[in-house]
């Protein structure tokens, strides 16, 4: 029995003194580069310009002289009107004027001759220009029976036939015309985001891509990229009330008339370039029981410690670290299971790891 335990305490000896491998663990190295900086945003399309077309007299609708759908030009003929109540009234008012005028040039002698009073010549020249300034209503009235766009753009469907009855002032518009290019992208961001932009601004922290625009990309709603690129022009004065959100306008040129009014789409604002940012894969972040982001960190002596970190935002399948890594330090992002605070590990190269980021080479320029 003596013999059988010494033998078993030697074995147990040797075990304990053969040095156990240090895990291996994949690692991801920091690298500070300069980082634009988007912000994604839902929004809608709006007309550039919106026109209803109104008559601006009464009458019976002869012709209508567009194809629904279509382009039109400022100034195109859309309908026309029966003109020819108008044009014998403007026939009369042109015969009141030079029957007006022929009175006033016939004082205008007598006067030399002191055959009327001032007060009758006044009073025939103030008769002349009534009829003149007549003479040209009636010829607005005419030019009124040609209903023209008031802008270029494209024209929706006609809201009435020939043979219909329009008014001046009516409610109903003949037709609406849109104009397409350029298009508004409205989009809505809270306030605090854009207050939170504005205090890393301050700080120097992130650095503007202009200085008088910034520039937007579009996704279309089946999640195609829209292949022009517009820029933001316009942010609401006012706070929505109810959503804690400012609305932002955007300009997008669209010569080929893809965009239409009351579409969905995502809206891309480059905020600016963060000089020596500093990425880390979502993987390597840990949450503990309080919430705080850590992340185990291998030391120059390959041992690790957890730290805690300051996580700024998501870019891509990344964390944007504002506070608890430098340059040049590693971070474990495979392995996480087999490492705990102090041990030494074998750190590797992580092999699957792919930052989707929006690097920029130029934002130290």
Known sequence: ??????????????????????????????????????????????????????????????????????EVKKGQQL???????YEAELARSEANQIAARNLAQRYERLLQS???????????????KQAQAEV?????????????????????RSAVTEGALVTNGQAQPLATVHQLDPIYVD??????????LQRILASGRLQATQTDQAQVDLTLDDGSEYP????????????????GSVTLRAVFPN????????????????????????????QAVIRDSRGVATAWVVKPDNSVELRELETLRTVGNAWL???????????????????????????????????????????GR
């Open 1 to 70: 029995m003596a013999a059988l335990v010494l033998l078993t305490a030697c074995k147990q000896s040797e075990q304990e003194s053969v040095p156990v491998p240090a895990p291996e663990v994949g690692v991801y190295t920091v690298q500070a580069r300069p980082l634009l900086l988007t912000t994604d945003l839902p929004g809608r399309t709006a007309a550039y310009r919106v026109a209803e077309v109104r008559p601006q007299v009464n009458g019976i609708l002869q012709e209508r002289l567009f194809t629904e759908g279509t």
């Open 114 to 128: 002191r055959a009327i009073s001032h007060q009758q010549y006044d009073d025939a020249v103030a008769t002349w």
């Open 321 to 363: 670290i504002g506070k608890g890594l430098v340059n040049g330090e590693r971070v474990i992002s495979e392995g996480v299971l087999r490492v705990r605070n102090g041990i030494t590990v074998k750190p590797v190269a992580a092999r699957e790891i792919d930052l989707v980021a929006g690097f920029s080479e130029q934002g």
């Open 79 to 85: 309908y026309q009107i029966d003109p020819r109540t």
């Open 187 to 196: 989009v809505t961001q809270p306030i605090t985001r854009l207050l939170e």
């Open 228 to 243: 022009l690129q517009g820029s933001l022009k316009f942010s609401e004065v006012n706070v929505d009330q109810g959503t």
């Open 136 to 156: 040209r209503l009636r010829h607005i009235d005419v030019q009124y029976t040609k209903v023209l766009a008031p802008i270029s753009g494209r024209i929706g």
């Open 255 to 282: 010569p080929e008339r893809k965009l239409l009014p009351g579409m969905f789409v995502h809206a891309r604002l480059k905020e600016g370039v963060q000089q020596d940012a500093i990425l880390i894969p979502q």
